[in-house]
């Protein structure tokens, strides 16, 4: 019942849908008190051989009627009660996908995806239930089953009432003692549900690592493994969940037969007609459903509250980079100055960053070179506000970073990250990503900036051909490109290529960095690559070693230095000449 407390503000909210939904199911609940009631005047004018053809036909008038009725009011009530439930879903899922694009990285790396996706899917449709089926039966048990009794008890007898609901109250025990039973297994289902949805999740997505690695086999048995532990889990809910309807039967089985056993003496001592015994019988017949619905309303609310429960836990979470009050709206522009001391993970002791302190000026480049892991990333990542929490300042144009609101932000930004994404839609809507309304002269001209316009023209629809899995696929390089003409088209204040030409030949990186070069005069470009071809050109360049800048200065000052940067600069020389052959 809880969870209709915690719902209470979508009931306010919709409060006239489900009075009138609720209103509507109490006049079911009463008008189909009457066909059974009809049935019995009907045989006892048969019994006292009164019935007349005239008498018949208007029976069968008024129960065709009441059908009627009946029928075009169950209608409405779906509408008003199943209707603002669907709106219910609605709102809670727009409230987690707005709640999704808020949180930061560091959200994304604690939490599994399968377990995101289940509680956008599953989570929901159990709170969706709750306040449509859940709400149905609460009412429809309660009403159907109160009106029932008392049209039984105030007709009828009260007495063969009171007699045939003898056993009711086992039904209360029982279906206790399975909703607690229930609960636990539904609860163990429900997590071998989440993880082999997570199995599935990552399967898929790794399934060209599995294929190389020839892991088809032994992936495909811990899948079946993992999947048939789910039945098992399921058949184990199964298991209580189908002795409740049985057990309803026979409980209902038993009152039938004190119904007949005692309204048989009752006819006979003429206490009853044969009449209304049948029209008792056709009412107790029609206490099943609410007693199942009973049932299932336990259930329901059960499973709602505990996922009710988890997308509020889910919604609570708060974002690890978020705006102060005094944030102010500003897009930066400027000098950057950066002055890291001291940076960690969350949840890691390891210190990552140390020490980064470097300056460029508006307009400049900045190339940042190092090994796999050395921190070069992690730089970018601070700069872009993508982790908080370091030892330091860092300011544009003066102003901590801290101190403008975070939209405004990173409006200055054009970010290519290395694991670059694109979208399963077309080239053209892909580079446009950012500004769906750019002129398509402004798309072609930032992909002949990236190198990657007589590659589109080439491909069978050209700017609309649809990328991924339903149009083509294109190698690593083509993607690169274009995400970085993606970025281009902003042209962005400051521009992060983090190891964005890794995939593209030397040749094409060169016209990529002379197009660069001519178009974003005036605007500051970083670069981090651990091809120095890509920086060589670059204002400043840092060379990174386990989060400490080893080297500082121009491409001239780095090899006049004989330290790390000239090594591997000749090495890569070296290799290039090799290739060349
Ligand atoms: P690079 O870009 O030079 O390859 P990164 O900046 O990505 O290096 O990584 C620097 C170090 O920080 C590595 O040791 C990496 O394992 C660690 N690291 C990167 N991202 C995270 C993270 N989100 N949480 C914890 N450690 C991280």
Do not use: C
Not at 125 to 150: E, H, K, M, P, R
């Amino acid at each position: 019942m809880k969870v209709f407390i915690l719902l209470r503000w979508f009931f306010k909210q919709e409060r006239k849908a489900y009075l009138l939904g609720i209103g509507i199911l109490l006049s079911v609940a009463i008008l189909q008190l009457v066909p059974p009631k009809i049935i019995g005047i009907v045989a006892d004018e048969i019994g006292a051989r009164t019935l007349t053809p005239m008498g018949l036909f208007g029976w069968i008038i008024l129960l065709i009627i009441t059908g009627f009725i009946l029928y075009g009011l169950r209608y409405y009530w779906r509408i008003y009660i199943f209707g603002s439930a669907v709106k219910l879903a609605k709102l809670l899922r727009s409230d987690l996908y707005t709640h999704f694009t808020k949180m930061s990285a560091n959200f994304y790396q604690k939490k599994r995806i399968g377990d995101l996706m289940a509680h956008a899917t599953n989570d929901i449709q159990a709170v969706q239930q709750t306040a449509g089926a859940g709400i149905l039966t609460l009412v429809d048990s309660i009403a159907t089953g109160g009106f029932v009794i008392i049209a039984m008890a105030t007709t009828i007898s009260w007495k063969l009432t009171l007699i045939s609901l003898l056993p009711m109250p086992l039904i209360a025990l029982l279906t206790n003692w399975y909703g607690t039973k229930l609960h636990k297994r539904f609860r163990i289902a429900q997590e071998a549900f989440s993880s082999l949805n997570d199995k599935t999740q990552e399967s898929i997505a790794g399934m060209k690592v599995i294929k190389t690695f020839g892991q088809e086999k032994e992936n495909i048995e811990s899948f079946r493994k993992q999947s048939e532990d789910v039945v098992q889990k399921n058949i184990n809910v199964a298991k209580i969940d189908s002795l409740y309807d049985p057990t309803i039967s026979v409980v209902v089985g038993l009152s039938f037969f004190l119904s007949i056993g005692f309204g048989a003496k009752f006819v006979v001592d003429g206490e009853l007609t044969i009449g209304e015994l049948i029209a008792f019988n056709t009412y107790l017949g029609m206490l099943i459903w609410p007693m199942l619905a009973f049932g299932w309303f336990f259930n329901i609310v059960e499973r709602g509250y505990a996922s009710y429960n988890r997308i509020l836990s889910l919604l609570e979470e708060k974002a690890d980079v978020k705006d102060t009050d005094e944030a102010i709206e500003m897009v930066p522009q400027g000098r950057i100055e950066y002055a890291v001391n001291r940076f960690s993970y969350p949840n890691s002791d390891k210190v990552t960053l140390e020490n980064v302190h470097f300056s460029i000026k508006r307009g400049q480049t900045l190339g940042i070179a190092g090994k796999t892991g050395s921190g070069k990333t992690t730089i970018l990542k601070l700069l872009i506000r993508e982790f908080e929490g370091f030892e330091g300042v860092v300011k544009i144009g003066g102003v901590p970073i801290q101190h403008m609101k975070l939209d405004s932000y990173r409006r200055a930004f054009g970010y290519v990250p290395q694991d670059h994404f694109l979208f399963s839609t077309t080239i053209k809507e892909n580079i446009a990503f950012a500004n769906p309304d750019t002129s398509m002269e402004d798309i072609e001209e930032a992909a002949k900036i990236a190198s990657i316009h007589e590659d589109i023209l080439s491909f069978p629809n050209g700017y609309m051909t649809v990328v991924g899995e339903r149009g083509v696929s294109l190698s690593g390089g083509q993607k690169q490109r274009i995400s970085i003409a993606r970025a281009l088209l902003l042209d962005p204040e400051i521009l992060i290529l983090d190891d964005a030409l890794s995939s593209v030949d030397a040749k094409t990186e060169e016209g990529i960095l002379s197009a660069l070069k001519n178009n974003r005069q005036g605007k500051t470009t970083i670069i981090t690559s651990h091809r120095f071809s890509a920086i060589q050109h670059a204002d400043l360049i840092l060379v990174i070693e386990n989060g400490k800048i080893i080297e500082k200065g121009t491409h001239d000052e780095l090899m006049e230095n004989r330290g790390w940067y000239r090594d591997m600069y000749e090495q890569q020389q070296l290799e290039m000449e090799v290739k060349r052959g």
